[in-house]
Every structure is written in C-alpha cells, then in structure tokens.
C-alpha cells in the first residue's frame, strides 16, 4: 500500500521567517496530493492541495510544489504568523474502486515563535 | 451549520468495557469516515462508508465495528476495549467520496482504555 513520510516532525521559525515542510509518497498511483492544517483541540482542515497534473500552487502565504519524478511534495508558508503554529499534516490519494483512498503523513508541528 | 459533530468529546474506559462513539453531518454528504491518531503515526483509517447502507474496512479495523445508520450518521463501536484503542478518533464526511475531495473533520473523540 501507499507510504507517506513526512519530514520534519517538529519545526520551530521566527515570526516573518519561511517554513517548508516535505513528505515522500510511494505510490505511483497517487494523483492527488492534500495539506490539512490541525489546531489544537480541533479536527484536520484542509489549506491547500495539488493534483498530479500541476508543479505547483499558490495561496496567498502557502504554496504546494509536486515533483512526480521523484514523489515527492513540499509546503511552503512565507511571513509565518504566530497564528500559522499548529500541526501539518500532508497526504497522498488515489482513486481505488471508484472512491479515494487518502493516506496521511505523520504530521510536522509548526511552532511560530513571536 | 455545526458541520461533523462528534460525541462525547472524552471518554474513559476500563478494558473489556464497551462503548460507541457517535457521528453526524448536517452538509448531505454521500461518504463517511472513521480515523484514529496516535502520535507519531498520523491519522489511519479505520471505516469508511462510501454511501448509505454501505461500509467497508480501512487500515486498522481489528476491534472495531461501525454502523451507517441514515445519511446523516455514523457510529463506530468499540465491543471489548482495550489499551491499545487508546487514541484521539475523528470523524470525517466527504460528499461523494470521489477523487480530490476535501475531507470535513469533527473536532474528536479522546478515548483512554485503563
């Protein structure tokens, strides 16, 4: 089955500095590739996702970036805000039977140091 | 619109105890979810239910048995607890469970088995 790893599992940045988060997938078949932001006490929530036919995607301070070749993403957040700490999870899906079968990461806890 | 609500938001259980939690969305979505997350492993798919009247097994569901009540509902039981259920369950709902849909999480379930 498909493996997500996600690099690194804790990440800590000045407020106004970059962070960038990376996940390797396994799969070939994956095509679509979600970001879920997680807070504290709350549920997943998708921020951004890419799909396999697209390099790369932008969203205000977050984008996507998706190497096929290598399986490999990343996410980008620029001018980290305190309100950015939380935990990231990345995820690689694929259609199985007719439904997608989503496959996540292990997560990356993002602290934004003010 | 509360969205996936989820009951209750803690639990404690003595091993052997049973239990269900309980699930329900209010958006008129086809397909249903149960997740564990433990730390350091992500979120792992226990349930899923495509549509109405149908369910099938995910990554881990040994211990567990779930019920697709109506549209709206999706329980997941738990027979005979044991410490190795211990984990923080989410619900999700997606609106057909086709490729590259956004997963809609409950805030969660924390479930300690003593």
């Known amino acids: 089955g498909e493996n997500v790893e996600q690099h690194p599992s804790t990440l800590s940045v000045q407020e106004g500095d970059s962070a960038v988060i990376k996940c390797t997938y396994s799969?070939?078949?994956?095509?679509?590739f979600p970001w879920y932001k997680q807070e504290l006490g709350k549920g997943p929530q998708l921020i951004i996702d890419?799909?396999?036919?697209?390099g790369e995607k932008k969203d205000q301070r977050i984008a996507v970036t998706l190497n096929k070749t290598a399986k490999h993403f990343s996410l980008h957040i620029t001018e980290t805000q305190p309100e950015d700490s939380a935990v990231y999870f990345c995820?690689?899906?694929?259609?199985?039977?007719?439904?997608?079968?989503?496959?996540f990461g292990t997560g990356t806890k993002l602290q934004v140091i003010p | 619109n509360a969205g996936v609500t989820q009951t209750p938001k803690f639990q404690v259980l003595k091993t052997g105890q049973s239990m269900t939690l309980q699930c329900a969305q209010d958006m008129n979505h086809n397909s249903m979810y149960w997740y564990r997350q433990d730390p350091g492993m992500g979120l792992r798919l226990i349930y899923y239910?495509?549509?109405?009247?149908?369910?099938d097994k995910g990554e881990v569901p040994n211990g567990y048995n779930v019920s697709r009540l109506n549209k709206r509902e999706f329980s997941l039981r738990l027979e005979s607890a044991a410490p190795s259920q211990t984990s923080v369950y989410f619900c999700?709902?997606?609106?057909?469970?086709?490729?590259?849909?956004?997963?809609?999480f409950g805030s969660g379930t924390q479930l300690s088995v003593l």
């Open positions: 995820a690689a899906s694929k259609v199985t039977g007719g439904y997608q079968k989503v496959t």
């Open positions: 999700a709902s997606s609106e057909t469970g086709k490729f590259g849909e956004k997963l809609f």
């Open positions: 799969d070939s078949a994956s095509n679509y």
């Open positions: 239910s495509a549509s109405e009247g149908t369910t």
């Open positions: 890419i799909r396999s036919n697209v």
